[in-house]
Structures are given as structure tokens and as C-alpha cells.
């Protein structure tokens, strides 16, 4: 069971990611967007959307810097305070998530907004509010998560990176833990099949990107610059 | 000099009766979907009013368009990163009620009656919803100064009149208005395309039509912020900005875009304007009184040997320059002076230009009869109905001189035509307007043909796109026989 849990269903999450998402961004390119609903709800958007990402985007940089680089994780959390700073901020940016995912579930009810849910959002809602949940009351239960993620989870991502799976590191973690890791994984998984793939696309070239873009076809070539 | 193309438009305000067949056109050919009912690529509005989205013009409220800076513009909306920042909720964005909730009827309610003393009524449902509505604002809810209380009394250029300027023009039951046809302005400096995190919005270089492209757009809605004209649109089902595309499709094939051909005033003219691309940065970045001055500057002649020469060398086909010479819009822009940019000081560079109204605007009903303020027709421009301000305030950004000098030709045209033909003018008067507008009397009598007889072709100069040909430069067009086409073939259907 642990097998399956451990070893074989983040190797499918991150495949049928993988795969799924180059599928749909080849094949159905003009389903990728961001499907706002802001021009039909702007005021519950704002209390929802604004804390959802501002609280969670942290919070993923940080499990991802912290599992790629698990040794610089686990020394710049050495000193006790900086320890109780970390974990304060991501429970408070925690605690924001989680404000925000409830009003966004919350707004989703009305008459206008339930026209454009699709069966795929609700799932995406649930699925995000179990993980945000469980991240939470790990930050209050299982203490010191930053402290113990390098040399747990850490090592386990890596390990199935160096595809030589060895789960024993976190199969002997509390379930709470363990649901966050499986439900995580299920996150990863739905991206290509949710509105998640609006991620993927987020718009950093706009930070270089000239202000005009011409665009030609034939002999003046392709993209060339305006002022 | 860098010359490009564009294919830009003149749009006859004293010809526009209001009838809104452009919109219809329009709406049927491309916006008659789900999740764009409500919007109107083309629309029509009475001025003074509030338009559509609801004061749109008002950029302290949406920050659309460009601000002045030291060598180029700078975006209203905010800096790069900041935009990136508000990504998440745009707090520039109109709402669906700035717009209008868009509805059908229950026509079953009416058929399926059954026989009784009571007119049955179609009941409204929102299209959003599904759900039944109480209407309270509607495409045109103040056609014809509707409700002028509300929409005419709000109109953002009001604030540039003085009170007794505001009085004449809101002289309830003797008001005044006229209609303003608003379609994509395809500018040389789009603020849509500025603003669009995704890279999706590009001017194409051969002919200046602004697209964005449907599988690049990722609905991070900048664009209507940053379109100060509110002329992109939000499909809220899709997910996807649209906008006008000047009906591309039907260009390429030497159709006129549907708004254009379906106008029974005949008051839209179509062509190609040569420019220079190179002097685009400084136009959009002068002080607001240089601005008009500033856009003529850049639209380029096109019998003169130099721009020719430039233009070929810039690599501008034959056929084009070909259009350009023959372009309407290069008569009423450059030729004439007679038309002029739709608020110029959003900095977009607009280029669908306006002949703005004559209007009776001398006229008065004070003992029921029909009066003409001053002693002569058509000779107290400063008395007029429709102060010169407010035409200043919407299209030559305040500055009254540029307005002025449209007018005083405009109707020293009249003159001397009605000297002409009705002969209730005395020659020397005509004489003297033309003098004082700067007109000789044969450019007089070209500006009444191209404003009251231009035929089709006059009026629309479209060149040949020859898309096709650059087209099978870059790949085999015979790859796609037996298929629908080259082009974008998924249904414009929401993702999951």
C-alpha cells in the first residue's frame, strides 16, 4: 500500500502532469486561461483572490526551494529564531489561504457564478481546501515542519527523483502529514485537467517584453519590435 | 524613416443618423455567442452621454491609455511589475453592470399562453444566469439623450465647459446631441497591447489591424484596463479578451468590414494612411496640446517622391502605395484637415478619425418657430448649440483652435456650396469663409464630393492583402486542401 502511496502515484501525478498538460497546451491551446470571474463578481473576487494567491504562492515557492535544495532548507533554519519566524510566516500566509479558498468556494455559489463552475472546479476547490487544511493543522500539530521536511520529504522527492524510491523516511510520519503529501500529489495531478494550467503560463516575459509588438508574415520576418 | 501601412478609417459624424445597422452587422457576423452577448465591437452612442461601458472616457476611474513621459510613454495603468501584481484582481477592470447584463425573453411564455383576458408577457432572463431579471440597463439605455438627467449630465467632457456653456448645451427639452460611432481604433500606440501580460496582442505590420490571438490570451484581463477606449472585451464564458478585427477575413478577400458596408448614412470611409513608425514613441509622449498636430505629422504623404522611395524601401508593396494614393482617409485627415482623432490625449494614437458635427447647432425654438442665432446662417460659430469646447474636450484634447479651424472650413464648404446651388448667399460671403478657412473653391467642391456624392469605391480603398502569398512564403498552402483552411479551427468553447 505504502508502495503505491509513496512510490507509484507521485511518479504518476507528476506524469500525467507532465504529459497531460504538453497534450492539452498542443492540442487545445485556447482552453489555457485564467477563466476569471472577476467582470461577474469584482468585490467577492478581490477578498477571495487576493489572499488565495498572495498567501499560497509563498508558500509553494517555499515547499519547492525546500525540497530542491534540502541542505540549505534545513541550515537556514538551524537558529531558533529564525525557526519561529519561518513557521509564523507560513502559518499566517497559511491562515491567508485559507480565508481567501473559502471565499472563493463561498462566491461560487451564487446564481451567476455556479453558470461558470464546471464539475472540475468544485473538485479543484475540495481538493485545495483538504491541503490547505491539512498544511495548517500541521503547522499547529506536527511542529516545526521546516525543520523536519529537509530530511524527510526531502530526501524522499529525491530519491524518487534518482529513481531509487525509498519512502521509509515518511511512511513513518503522522497521517496527517502523510494525507498532505498524497493530496498534494493529487494537486499536481489534476493540473492538466483543471484551470491549475493557468499556472504554468504566468506572464514573467511581460517584465522585458517590449510595449508594442508588430507582428509580420513573410519577408519582414517574425516579432519585430515597435517603439 | 521607417513607413508602414495602416489601414485606418474617417467616420462623417454629420451623416451619422443613429440607426445603429453597423452594430447589428457586427453582432451578428461576430459577437453573437455566449459570453460575448454584451458586447458591442461596433456601437453607437449619443453625445453628451456617459457611452458604453458607462464612462469610459473617465481615466481618473479605469487609468486606460498612455501618460506622457520624458522619451516615451508610460502606461497609466502602472509599471511592469506592479501590472504583474494586480493580476490576480484588477482593480481597473468594468464590471459586467458598467457594461449591461445581457437577456432574452421567454418567448414560450407568449406562445404557450393559454386564452384569457390578460396580455401575456414575454418574461426577460438574464443570459448570464438563466434566471429571470429585472432590466436596468441595456445596450443604447440612453440613445437619443434617454434619460439625460442621469447619462448626458455625467458625460466626462462636460467638466472642460464653463456653466453657461453647460446650460446652453443641457437646455433640457431644446438639447442637443449628436452620434458618436465607435469601433476599434487599430492605434499606431494600442494600449491594449501595451498592457496584455501575455505577449498576445500584436499590430499587424502590413496593414496596422490590432488582433489578439485567441490561443495566446490566457484572460489575464489587462487589456481592458489598458484599453482607455474599453474597445477589448472579456468573453466571462471563454475566458478570452476579444475586439473588433476591422473584419480582416473579409478584407483579405476585398470585402469592406461589415460595420462599414452596412452603413445606410454612408458616413465611414476606409483607406490606407502611410506613416512613420519611427516618430511613434515621441508623438505619444508630447504635451496634450501638440498632440493633434503631433499625429497628422506622422501620417506621411503619399504622392510625395521621398515617402515613396522610403515606403519601397521600407518594403511597402506597390499595391498599397497604390491605396494610399486613392485613401479617402488621407483626404479627410491630411488633405483636408477636416478630421480629427477621438481623444487624443489617452496617447493611443488613434487611428479612426472623426468629422465632427455641424449639428443645427445655431438654432433655437424660443416662440416655436425655428431661429437662427446671429444674423447669418451658419455665422456665429461662438454662439453655437454645441459649444466648441466640448467638441474640443473629445477630440483634440481641450486644445479649441484645432476644433475651430475644422469648423470655420467646414462651413465655409456649406457656404460656398449653398452659393452654388441655392444662390441665398451672397458670392463675396463665400468668398471670404473660403479665405478664412484656407480652402480654394476646387477643394471646396472635392470635400462636398467626397462628403455628399464619394460612391462605394471611393469611400472604401482597401488594397489587395496578398496574405496569400506570404502566406505559401512561409509554407504549403496545398497542405491544407480538402481541410477548412490554414486558420484556427478549435470551437471557441471553455476549458475545464
Redesign the interface.
Given at each position: 500500500m505504502s508502495g503505491f502511496f509513496f512510490v507509484a502515484w507521485p511518479v504518476l501525478a507528476w506524469a500525467l502532469a507532465i504529459l497531460g498538460g504538453l497534450y492539452r497546451y498542443f492540442t487545445?491551446?485556447?482552453?489555457?486561461?485564467?477563466?476569471?470571474?472577476?467582470?461577474?463578481a469584482?468585490g467577492s473576487?478581490?477578498w477571495g483572490?487576493?489572499p488565495?494567491?498572495?498567501g499560497v504562492v509563498p508558500i509553494l515557492i517555499a515547499h519547492l526551494l525546500a525540497g530542491v535544495f534540502p541542505r540549505a532548507a534545513a541550515a537556514a533554519v538551524s537558529p531558533p529564531t529564525a525557526l519561529l519566524v519561518l513557521e509564523t510566516a507560513g502559518l499566517a500566509l497559511g491562515l491567508l489561504s485559507l480565508v481567501g479558498l473559502v471565499i472563493l468556494f463561498a462566491r461560487r455559489l451564487g446564481?451567476?457564478l455556479?453558470?461558470?463552475t464546471?464539475?472540475?472546479?468544485w473538485v479543484v476547490l475540495l481538493v485545495l481546501l483538504v491541503q490547505v487544511v491539512t498544511g495548517v493543522a500541521i503547522a499547529l500539530f506536527v511542529r516545526w515542519g521546516a525543520r523536519w521536511y529537509p530530511y524527510t520529504a526531502a530526501p524522499w522527492f529525491w530519491s524518487i527523483a534518482r529513481l531509487a524510491p525509498d519512502p521509509s523516511r515518511v511512511a513513518v510520519l503522522p497521517t496527517l502529514a502523510q494525507i498532505h503529501f498524497m493530496s498534494g500529489f493529487l494537486v499536481i495531478a489534476l493540473f492538466p485537467?483543471?484551470?491549475l494550467?493557468?499556472l504554468v503560463?504566468f506572464?514573467?516575459?511581460?517584465?522585458w517584453?517590449p510595449?508594442?509588438?508588430?507582428?509580420?508574415?513573410?519577408?519582414?520576418g517574425r516579432g519585430?519590435a515597435?517603439? | 524613416m521607417d513607413v508602414r501601412a495602416q489601414i485606418s478609417m474617417v467616420f462623417h459624424l454629420d451623416k451619422c443618423i443613429g440607426c445603429h445597422t453597423c452594430s447589428i452587422a457586427c453582432k451578428n457576423l461576430w459577437t453573437d455567442r455566449r459570453g460575448a452577448e454584451y458586447m458591442w465591437w461596433n456601437n453607437v452612442e449619443t453625445k453628451p452621454g456617459t457611452g458604453y461601458p458607462t464612462l469610459y472616457e473617465d481615466q481618473a476611474r479605469y487609468r486606460g491609455g498612455w501618460r506622457a513621459g520624458t522619451d516615451r510613454p508610460r502606461l497609466a495603468l502602472g509599471g511592469r511589475a506592479s501590472l504583474l501584481a494586480r493580476l490576480f484582481h484588477n482593480p481597473r477592470l468594468p464590471a459586467l453592470d458598467d457594461y449591461y447584463e445581457p437577456w432574452t425573453y421567454r418567448y414560450e411564455d407568449l406562445l404557450g399562453a393559454p386564452p384569457g383576458d390578460e396580455q401575456p408577457v414575454a418574461t426577460p432572463v438574464s443570459l448570464v444566469t438563466g434566471e429571470e431579471m429585472e432590466i436596468e440597463a441595456g445596450p443604447n439605455w440612453d440613445d437619443d439623450l434617454g434619460g439625460s438627467g442621469t447619462y448626458a449630465l455625467n458625460d466626462p467632457c462636460l467638466a472642460a465647459l464653463t456653466e453657461e456653456e453647460r446650460a446652453r448645451l443641457l437646455d433640457f427639452e431644446r438639447l442637443v446631441f449628436f452620434y458618436l460611432p465607435r469601433i476599434c481604433n487599430h492605434c499606431l500606440n494600442p494600449g491594449c497591447l501595451g498592457a496584455c501580460p501575455a505577449g498576445a496582442i500584436a499590430k499587424r505590420g502590413e496593414d496596422g489591424i490590432v488582433l489578439v490571438n485567441q490561443e495566446k490570451c490566457r484572460g489575464w484581463r489587462m487589456c481592458v484596463s489598458g484599453c482607455p477606449y474599453k474597445k477589448t472585451y472579456f468573453n466571462w464564458s471563454a475566458g478570452k479578451a476579444e475586439k473588433c478585427i476591422l473584419c480582416y477575413p473579409r478584407q483579405e478577400t476585398q470585402q469592406v468590414p461589415a460595420c462599414m458596408h452596412s452603413c445606410v448614412g454612408r458616413i465611414r470611409y476606409l483607406g490606407v494612411l502611410l506613416y512613420d513608425a519611427g516618430g511613434i514613441a515621441r508623438a505619444a509622449s508630447l504635451p496634450a496640446a501638440e498632440l493633434v498636430e503631433a499625429q497628422r505629422a506622422l501620417v506621411l504623404d503619399p504622392s510625395a517622391p521621398d515617402v515613396v522611395a522610403a515606403a519601397r524601401a521600407s518594403g511597402v508593396p506597390e499595391h498599397v502605395l497604390d491605396a494610399a494614393g486613392r485613401s479617402p482617409v488621407y483626404a479627410w485627415v491630411k488633405r483636408f484637415r477636416l478630421a480629427l482623432p477621438h481623444h487624443p490625449e489617452f496617447r493611443t494614437l488613434p487611428m479612426l478619425f472623426y468629422v465632427p458635427p455641424l449639428l443645427p447647432v445655431m438654432a433655437t425654438t424660443t416662440s416655436g418657430r425655428y431661429e437662427v442665432v446671429g444674423d447669418e446662417l451658419l455665422g456665429a460659430a461662438d454662439a453655437d448649440r454645441l459649444p466648441l469646447r466640448y467638441l474640443a474636450a473629445l477630440f483634440t484634447a481641450g486644445e479649441v483652435a484645432p476644433v475651430a479651424e475644422v469648423y470655420r472650413r467646414l462651413v465655409a464648404v456649406r457656404l460656398h456650396h449653398r452659393a452654388a446651388s441655392v444662390g441665398d448667399v451672397p458670392a463675396e460671403r463665400a468668398a471670404r469663409a473660403l479665405a478664412e478657412a484656407g480652402l480654394t473653391a476646387a477643394e471646396a467642391e472635392e470635400i462636398y464630393r467626397l462628403g455628399a456624392l464619394a460612391s462605394f469605391d471611393e469611400r472604401f480603398v482597401i488594397p489587395p492583402f496578398s496574405r496569400e502569398a506570404a502566406i505559401a512564403a512561409s509554407g504549403d498552402v496545398h497542405d491544407h486542401q480538402e481541410e477548412e483552411g490554414a486558420g484556427f479551427l478549435v470551437p471557441p468553447r471553455r476549458g475545464w
Open positions: 487545445l491551446r485556447y482552453t489555457y486561461s485564467s477563466l476569471s470571474s472577476q467582470m461577474l469584482p473576487l478581490y483572490s487576493v488565495w494567491h498572495y446564481p451567476a455556479r453558470r461558470v464546471s464539475g472540475m472546479d485537467f483543471t484551470r494550467v493557468h503560463p506572464p514573467i516575459t511581460y517584465l517584453r510595449y508594442q509588438v508588430v507582428s509580420w508574415l513573410g519577408r519582414r519585430r515597435g517603439p | -
